[in-house]
T-cell receptor, first 113, second 113 residues
Framework: GNSVTQMEGPVTLSEEAFLTINCTYTATGYPSLFWYVQYPGEGLQLLLKATKADDKGSNKGFEATYRKETTSFHLEKGSVQVSDSAVYFC????????????FGQGTILTVHP | NAGVTQTPKFRILKIGQSMTLQCTQDMNHNYMYWYRQDPGMGLKLIYYSVGAGITDKGEVPNGYNVSRSTTEDFPLRLELAAPSQTSVYFCASNPGGSGSPLHFGNGTRLTVT
C-alpha cells in the first residue's frame, strides 16, 4: 500500500547548522512528492514539490530531489535559522490524481540561536 | 485573499454530542478534503469531494459525515462524539491534478470529554 516514512524527531539544531530530514515512500506508479511545513497554530503550507524522477524542488533555501531508485525525497537546508523551527511533513499523491495525499508522521525541528 | 477558512478554531464536546465543522474556500477549487491530525501520526484523510454533489470516503471515515452542496462549502459532521475523535481537523482544497498542492485552513482543535 501507500505509505511515507520520515526520520524520527524531534530534531534540535543550532543556527547555521546543516539540516537533513529523511523521507522514503512506497506507492504505485510515480507520484508527485511534497514537503509541507506547519508553524505553531497554523495549517500546513506547501514548502516545495517535485513531480517526476530527478526533479529538484526548492524554496526558501530548502531543497529535495526526487530519487526514484531509492524511493526517497530527503529535505535539506545548508544553514538553518531560528525562524525555520516548525513541523515538516513529507507527502505523496499516491500516483493518482486529486489531492489524496499520504503524509508522513511529521518531524519537529527546533533551531536555537 | 481568504483562501480556506475553518470555524470554529476550538471546541470542547461531551461524549454523544454532535457538531458541524465548517469549511469554505474562495478559490473556486473543485476538490476539497478533510484531514485529521493526531500527535505523531501525520494526517489521515477522512472524506473528500471532487465537486458539488460528489463526496467519497477517505482512510478514516467512521463517525463522520460530509456534504457538498456548493463549490465553496464542505462541512464535516460528527453525529455522536467519542473521545477517539479528539484531534485537530484540517480542511483543504486544490484545483485537481496529482501535482497540484493542497491549500489548508488553520484547523479546528476538537476535544471530546
Amino acid at each position: 500500500g501507500n505509505s511515507v516514512t520520515q526520520m524520527e524527531g524531534p530534531v534540535t539544531l543550532s543556527e547555521e547548522a546543516f539540516l537533513t530530514i529523511n523521507c522514503t515512500y512506497t506507492a504505485t506508479g510515480y507520484p508527485s512528492l511534497f514537503w509541507y511545513v506547519q508553524y505553531p497554530g497554523e495549517g500546513l503550507q506547501l514548502l516545495l514539490k517535485a513531480t517526476k524522477a530527478d526533479d529538484k524542488g526548492s524554496n526558501k533555501g530548502f531543497e529535495a530531489t526526487y530519487r526514484k531508485e531509492t524511493t526517497s525525497f530527503h529535505l535539506e537546508k545548508g544553514s538553518v535559522q531560528v525562524s525555520d523551527s516548525a513541523v515538516y511533513f513529507c507527502a505523496h499523491a499516491g500516483g493518482t490524481s486529486y489531492g489524496k495525499l499520504t503524509f508522513g508522521q511529521g518531524t519537529i525541528l527546533t533551531v536555537h540561536p | 485573499n481568504a483562501g480556506v477558512t475553518q470555524t470554529p478554531k476550538f471546541r470542547i464536546l461531551k461524549i454523544g454530542q454532535s457538531m458541524t465543522l465548517q469549511c469554505t474556500q474562495d478559490m473556486n477549487h473543485n476538490y476539497m478534503y478533510w484531514y485529521r491530525q493526531d500527535p505523531g501520526m501525520g494526517l489521515k484523510l477522512i472524506y473528500y469531494s471532487v465537486g458539488a454533489g460528489i463526496t467519497d470516503k477517505g482512510e478514516v471515515p467512521n463517525g463522520y459525515n460530509v456534504s457538498r452542496s456548493t463549490t465553496e462549502d464542505f462541512p464535516l459532521r460528527l453525529e455522536l462524539a467519542a473521545p477517539s475523535q479528539t484531534s485537530v481537523y484540517f480542511c483543504a482544497s486544490n484545483p485537481g491534478g496529482s501535482g497540484s498542492p493542497l491549500h489548508f485552513g488553520n484547523g479546528t482543535r476538537l476535544t471530546v470529554t
